[in-house]
């Protein structure tokens, strides 16, 4: 068994812990959120991400590059790697609940029970 990696704000460093941290850093789930249907440029990439620092995006990109949720090919960009795709479909049951969690939150900001 290896030792556990340094996570912020875990002393276990478990997997899951060092998941949480990286996609919760500025940008990164973003990043994965925007090349879940497409191969991205920089540029594209930059943009779709309301024009966002390049600087921290690329340091996002290195990061999700090194974890193996993120691929660059010459010609078409940035990738979603098969584990990358896999912890999109992870999510799948989060937008659900997130679209439910939206509708509550609505109707409570408009006074109705929901």
């Known amino acids: 068994m290896s030792p556990p990696v340094k996570v912020r704000g875990s002393r276990t ?5 060092a998941l949480l941290d990286l996609l919760g850093r500025r940008w990164s789930l973003r990043l994965v959120w925007e090349l879940r249907e497409r191969a991205l440029t920089s540029r594209e990439l930059r943009a779709a991400c ?12 290195t990061e999700l590059r090194a974890a193996n949720l993120v691929e660059h090919r010459t010609g078409e960009g940035y990738r979603l790697t098969p584990l990358g795709a896999e912890l999109m479909e992870a999510f799948a049951p989060l937008f659900g609940f997130a679209d439910r969690w939206a509708k509550v939150a609505a109707a409570r900001a408009d006074g109705a029970e929901p």
């Open 50 to 61: 309301d024009e966002a620092s390049p600087t921290v995006l690329q340091a996002r990109l």
């Open 13 to 17: 460093g478990r997997p899951i812990m």
